[in-house]
T-cell receptor, first 115, second 114 residues
Framework: AQKITQTQPGMFVQEKEAVTLDCTYD???????LFWYKQPSSGEMIFLIY??????QNATEGRYSLNFQKARKSANLVISASQLGDSAMYFCAMREGAYGQNFVFGPGTRLSVLP | EAGVTQSPTHLIKTRGQQATLRCSPISGHTSVYWYQQALGLGLQFLLWYDEGEERNRGNFPPRFSGRQFPNYSSELNVNALELEDSALYLC?????????????FGPGTRLLVL
């Protein structure tokens, strides 16, 4: 079974609009961390945002926010005011395990921002 | 502050050869992680080193190995290269091996096996 599911292989959004990228995860651990990364065509992975399983508030970092719904095991990334430079692959990732030894990345969503 | 660095940027090998990839973490980071990203696919976890010890490895054959040096830099060795080993190999580092620590990635090494 997939530990991280990203159901949107590709997404389009108009410049300056907001977009939500979906991520659902599967774990039996109580303590885990959820991450979102951006990978432009250059290949480098860029950290965007982190949400801990015990964090009560949704994480925010500038134009990025994470809509964390623990009971539904979802951690959707919201990008507000999309920019052309946001066009990239976006990966949802989870770190779990007794001492955080398991690392799982989702298959990714390719976001294209249209002018 | 310098980010994670990897060398070489590109590597071309033939089947059966050995490849060595190198990674220098961000200064102060003790944990190093290796991932494989085959073309068009997501990241697959390879290895995790912390304080010089291998902490965990992913579902890869033993010909994928590595080590972490006293200065926390790391190298990944791939023996008996196969065509399907062609991929982008990404190294990441974190401040410590705690679950909440963010991993920061290097630019990667593109390995092509002919």
């Amino acid at each position: 079974a997939q530990k991280i599911t990203q159901t949107q292989p590709g997404m389009f959004v108009q410049e300056k609009e907001a977009v939500t990228l979906d991520c659902t995860y599967d774990t039996s651990d109580q303590s885990y961390g959820l991450f979102w990364y951006k990978q432009p065509s250059s290949g480098e992975m860029i950290f965007l945002i982190y949400q801990g399983s015990y964090d009560e508030q949704n994480a925010t970092e500038g134009r990025y926010s994470l809509n964390f719904q623990k009971a539904r095991k979802s951690a959707n990334l919201v990008i507000s005011a999309s920019q052309l430079g946001d066009s990239a692959m976006y990966f949802c990732a989870m770190r779990e395990g007794a001492y955080g030894q398991n690392f799982v990345f989702g298959p990714g969503t390719r976001l294209s921002v249209l002018p | 502050e310098a980010g994670v660095t990897q060398s070489p940027t590109h590597l071309i090998k033939t089947r059966g050869q050995q490849a060595t990839l190198r990674c220098s973490p961000i200064s102060g980071h003790t944990s190093v992680y290796w991932y494989q990203q085959a073309l068009g696919l997501g990241l697959q976890f390879l290895l995790w080193y912390d304080e010089g010890e291998e902490r965990n490895r992913g579902n890869f054959p033993p010909r994928f190995s590595g080590r972490q040096f006293p200065n926390y830099s790391s190298e990944l060795n791939v023996n008996a290269l196969e065509l399907e080993d062609s991929a982008l190999y990404l190294c990441a580092s974190s401040l410590a091996g705690l679950a909440k620590e963010t991993q920061y990635f290097g630019p990667g090494t593109r390995l092509l096996v002919l």
